[in-house]
C-alpha cells in the first residue's frame, strides 16, 4: 500500500510542476528558517549543561533592600564561602572566585595577555571540565600552579607539552603550568585562558573581612537538598559574622537560569534571554505555519482538477480513509524533499549564520536527537500542510463530480479566505513589529548621555603607570593631540562601584539609597566632557581629597537643596561636596542613571581616558601615543578602546535581535507573497473564459485588475482591522519593560497597511494583467 501510495504521490508532483515549485520553494524557505533558528534556540537553552552536577550547582546572590530600590548584587564577602562549605551540611561544595580578570602573560619573547580566573581549592571539584593533560585532584594544589586552556597553551608552546613549563604574570609572579583543559564549550558562562588559585598567605585581611563584597561565591548541593534551608543557613551564616548588614538578604540561584533568567528589577527575577528564546521559536513556528497555509490554499485552489480523480476513486472502492493517507502522504513526500533541500540550504548558510548571531552553531547529522528533531519537524509540517486538503478533497461526492454538478472549490472559499486573512495578519504584526523595534533603538541610541563619547580614549592602567602619571599626563599634552586626560576606577562607560548612601545632616531616618561610586583624579569634567550643573570640578590640589562632586539623580534621590558645601560621612571620613553634574550614562543606556558619587582618590584607578583634539586623526594620535605609554609601563601592552564603540556594544543584543527579526520577518513576507501569487495565478486560470469574454465586451486591463483585485483587497482590509490593535498591544508590551521609550504611532499602521495593500496589488496585479493581455480567442476557443 505504501509503495502505491508513493507512485501516486509522485506521479501527481511530477505532473504539476508550477503547483510543487511555488510550494517546495515556500516549504524550503520555511524549514531552513525553522532550523536555524532552532539551532540558535537548541544552543541557548543547552547553556551549561555539560557539567555534571548541573541541576545541583548554585550560585549565591544578595537582594540588597535600599529605599529607592532592591539591588540584586552578586559580589560576596571573601570568607562566606569556606564558612558555609564547612558549616552547612547540605553543601557539597563551596567555591569563591574572582571575576573574569586579564593579565599579561609571558614565555620567553612571547608576551600576551590572556583572561581568567582565580579560585579556591574545589574550583575542579565543582564545575566539571575536561583534563587533556594533568590531573585534576592536584591541578590547582599550591597558589603558584596554572591551568591552561588548549588554545592557551597552543599559542604559548605550540606542539610541545606544557607541563612544568614556567608562565611569567604581569612581570611580578612565576607559575609553573600544572594541568591542560579542553577550551570551554560557546555555550558556558565561564570563558577563560587559564585558573590559579588564591594565595591564601597574603590574603589574611581578605580572609576575615565580612563587609567587603567583591567576590563570586558558587555552591553544589547533595542531591535531594532542602533549597529553603539551606538559603536560612545562608543568611544565618552571614549574619552571625556580619550583624550591621541590615539590608542584604541571600539567596541561591540555580545554574539553568544562569543564561535565560539573568535579569533582576526590585529584587525579582524578570527574565532575560528566555523571551528572545520563546520569540524566536514563536517566529519559526509562524513562519512554518505559512508555508503549510501557502500548501493548503494552493491545494484547495486546485481541487477542480483532482475533483474528476478523487471522484473515479470512489466509485473504484476507495474510501475516505484511504484518500486522506493518499493526500497526507503526497504532502509528506514534498515536505520531506522540502526537509533534504533545506539541510543543504543550511550547511551553505550556516557560517553566515554564526557570523551573525557570534555563536558555533553546527548540524549534529551524528546525534540522534537531530534526527528526532527532524522527523518531528517533517512530521510537524506535513500533517499541517496537508490535513485540510486531504480531508477537503476526500469529502467530494463522486455522483455529482462525475455528472458535472459539483462545484469543486465553493467550499473551500471561507476557510481559505480565513488562511489569506491569517497570513497577512501575521504579516501586519511582522512588519509593524521590525519598524517599532527600530524605532525604539534609534530612540534610545539618541538619548542625551551626559558625556560626550566622541574622541576619547581608554587605556588600562597600572602601579607603575599610576606613579608615573603626572609626568605620562604631560608629555601627552606635550603632543598636541591630545585635549585632556584624567584616570578613573572604571571607564565611563561602566560601573565597578555600587554602595549606600553616605550620612549628612538632616537626613531622614531609614533613607538609605543605592549609589554609584567612581574614583577619579583631576580634569574629570573636562576629560569626558560632562557638564557641570553647579559648583567645580576636582583641581588636584591635596585639598581634593576631602571633596566629592554628585551627579542630579544623586541629588534628587537624597532630596538636597543647595548641595554644594554639604558635609556628607561616608565610612570613616567626612567629605565636601564641590560640584554637581549632569547624569552620565554608565550603565545601560534602557535604563534610568543611578545616583553618582565621585571621590577625588588618585591611588584607587584602574583606567586612563584620553581626550583627543579636535581634528586629529585617531591612528596618527595612537601612534605618538603608544610608545609613551610603554615608556611608563613597559610591562604592559598597549591597548585601547574608543568610548564611542564601547557605548554602541550596549546595543549589540537589541540590533542583533533586530537584525534576526528583519531577515526571518522578511522571508516570512516573500512566503505570504509567493502563496499568494501562485493563488492569484489559480484564480485566473479558473476565470480566463471569463477574463476572455470581458475582453471582447470591451474591458480595459485596468477595470480587469479592479475586478479581480476586488476580494484580495478586501481580505487585506478584514486583516488590517485585525492586525492593528493586536499589534499595538503586542508591542506597546513590549515597551514597557524600557523606562526610556517611544510612543507608538496610530500613522505606522496605516504605513505597514499600505506597504501590504502595495505588494498584494503588485502581486495580484502582475498575474491579472498576464491574463488580461492574452488573447480571448485562446481562452474561448475551446468552448
Keep these: 500500500m505504501l509503495k502505491n501510495y508513493f507512485k501516486i504521490a509522485w506521479r501527481n508532483l511530477f505532473r504539476n510542476k508550477g503547483f510543487v515549485i511555488s510550494n517546495l520553494l515556500g516549504l524550503t524557505i520555511g524549514m531552513t528558517c525553522s532550523i536555524l533558528i532552532f539551532l540558535w534556540v537548541y544552543d541557548e537553552v543547552s547553556y551549561n549543561k555539560f557539567h555534571r552536577g548541573y541541576d545541583q550547582i548554585y550560585q549565591v546572590i544578595a537582594n540588597r533592600d535600599f ?5 540584586t548584587d552578586n559580589n560576596m564577602v571573601f570568607p562566606l564561602a569556606k564558612a558555609i562549605g564547612t558549616g552547612i551540611p547540605q553543601i557539597k561544595y563551596a567555591v569563591e572566585m574572582t571575576y573574569n580578570e586579564d593579565h599579561v602573560m609571558a614565555y620567553g619573547d612571547k608576551k600576551v595577555k590572556k583572561n581568567g580566573y582565580t579560585v579556591s581549592e574545589h574550583f575542579f571539584d565543582l564545575f566539571s571540565w575536561k583534563f587533556l593533560k594533568g590531573d585534576p585532584a592536584t591541578a590547582i594544589a599550591d597558589p603558584n600552579s596554572l591551568v591552561l586552556t588548549e588554545r592557551a597553551a597552543t599559542a604559548f608552546f605550540g606542539k610541545d607539552d606544557p607541563i612544568n613549563k614556567i608562565i611569567r604574570m604581569d612581570n611580578d609572579q612565576n607559575f609553573k603550568v600544572s594541568a591542560v583543559v579542553a577550551d570551554p564549550p560557546d555555550n558556558s558562562t565561564f570563558q577563560f585562558d587559564f585558573v590559579r588559585l588564591f594565595n591564601y598567605s597574603g590574603m589574611q585581611r581578605e580572609l576575615n573581612e565580612w563587609s567587603s563584597s567583591s567576590w563570586n561565591v558558587f555552591i553544589q548541593t547533595v542531591p535531594g537538598a532542602n533549597m529553603a534551608q539551606v538559603q536560612k543557613s545562608i543568611n544565618d551564616v552571614k549574619k552571625l559574622h556580619s550583624a550591621r548588614d541590615k539590608v542584604s538578604s541571600y539567596f541561591t540561584f540555580p545554574m539553568s537560569k544562569w543564561r535565560l ?3 533582576f528589577k526590585d529584587g525579582k527575577n524578570t527574565g532575560g534571554m528566555i523571551e528572545y528564546v520563546r520569540l524566536f521559536t514563536v517566529i519559526a513556528i509562524i513562519i512554518l505555519l505559512i508555508a503549510c497555509i501557502n500548501f493548503m490554499n494552493l491545494s484547495t485552489a486546485r ?10 476513486r470512489k466509485t473504484l472502492g476507495s474510501d475516505k480513509r484511504q484518500l486522506r493517507w493518499q493526500f497526507l502522504f503526497e504532502s509528506m513526500t514534498l515536505t520531506f524533499i522540502a526537509f533534504l533541500l533545506s539541510l543543504l540550504v543550511v550547511y551553505l548558510l550556516l557560517p553566515s549564520f554564526n557570523t551573525l548571531v557570534d555563536k558555533q552553531l ?8 537531530f534526527w528526532i528533531s527532524a522527523f518531528g519537524i517533517i512530521l510537524f509540517t506535513g500533517f499541517i500542510a496537508g490535513s485540510y486538503p486531504a480531508f477537503y478533497l476526500s469529502s467530494f461526492n463522486p455522483i455529482q463530480v462525475l455528472k458535472g454538478t459539483f462545484l469543486a472549490g465553493r467550499k473551500a472559499i471561507l476557510p481559505r479566505r480565513v488562511l489569506v486573512v491569517t497570513q497577512f495578519v501575521i504579516s501586519i504584526l511582522l512588519i509593524s513589529a521590525t519598524l517599532i523595534v527600530y524605532r525604539q533603538i534609534q530612540f534610545i541610541k539618541h538619548r542625551s548621555l551626559g558625556y560626550d563619547p566622541a574622541n576619547l580614549v581608554v587605556l588600562s592602567s597600572s602601579d607603575k603607570l599610576n606613579q608615573n602619571f603626572v609626568a605620562f599626563k604631560q608629555d601627552l599634552l606635550n603632543t598636541g593631540m591630545v585635549y585632556s586626560t584624567t584616570r578613573t576606577l572604571s571607564p565611563i562607560t561602566e560601573v565597578w562601584w555600587h554602595s549606600g548612601s553616605p550620612d549628612w545632616v538632616g537626613k531622614p531616618a531609614d533613607h538609605e539609597i543605592i549609589m554609584t561610586g567612581q574614583s577619579t583624579d583631576g580634569d574629570f569634567t573636562k576629560t569626558m566632557g560632562v557638564k557641570m550643573l553647579e559648583g567645580n570640578d576636582f583641581t588636584g590640589t591635596p585639598s581634593d581629597s576631602s571633596s566629592m562632586l554628585l551627579n542630579k539623580a544623586a541629588v534628587e534621590a537624597m532630596q538636597l537643596t543647595n548641595p554644594v558645601g554639604r558635609i556628607m560621612k561616608y565610612g570613616d571620613r567626612s567629605y565636601t561636596v564641590i560640584g554637581v553634574t549632569e547624569n552620565t550614562v554608565m550603565e545601560s543606556p534602557f535604563k534610568p542613571v543611578d545616583p553618582l558619587m565621585v571621590f577625588f582618590q588618585p591611588s584607587n584607578t584602574l583606567t586612563v581616558s584620553l581626550r583627543l583634539n579636535k ?8 601612534a605618538a601615543i603608544e610608545p609613551l605609554y610603554k615608556k611608563y609601563n613597559p610591562d604592559a601592552l598597549f591597548e585601547y578602546k574608543f568610548i564611542d564603540e564601547e557605548f554602541g556594544k550596549k546595543f549589540l543584543s537589541e540590533e542583533l535581535i533586530s537584525k534576526i527579526t528583519n531577515i526571518f520577518a522578511g522571508l516570512a513576507i516573500f512566503i505570504c507573497c509567493l502563496g499568494l501569487a501562485g493563488l492569484a495565478s489559480f484564480t485566473m486560470e479558473k476565470r480566463v473564459r471569463e477574463i476572455g469574454i470581458r475582453k471582447v465586451l470591451g474591458a480595459t ?3 480587469l485588475l479592479g475586478l479581480l483585485s476586488k476580494e484580495f483587497l478586501r481580505l487585506v482590509l478584514i486583516a488590517f482591522v485585525i492586525a492593528a490593535p493586536l499589534s499595538w498591544w503586542a508591542m506597546n508590551s513590549w515597551l514597557e519593560k524600557y523606562a526610556f521609550r517611544i510612543d507608538i504611532n496610530p500613522v505606522l499602521f496605516l504605513l505597514v497597511g499600505g506597504i501590504i495593500l502595495l505588494l498584494t496589488l503588485t502581486v495580484v496585479g502582475l498575474n491579472t494583467m498576464r491574463a488580461a493581455m492574452r488573447n480571448p480567442v485562446e481562452s474561448l476557443r475551446t468552448e
Design 261 to 263: 533568567y539573568s535579569d
Design 303 to 312: 481541487s477542480e482538477k483532482r475533483a474528476k480523480e478523487v471522484g473515479i
Design 701 to 703: 486591463p485596468g477595470q
Design 67 to 71: 529605599k529607592n530600590r532592591i539591588f
Design 362 to 369: 553546527a548540524l549534529r547529522l551524528d546525534e540522534p536527537f
Design 615 to 622: 581634528g586629529v586623526a585617531p591612528q596618527k594620535a595612537l
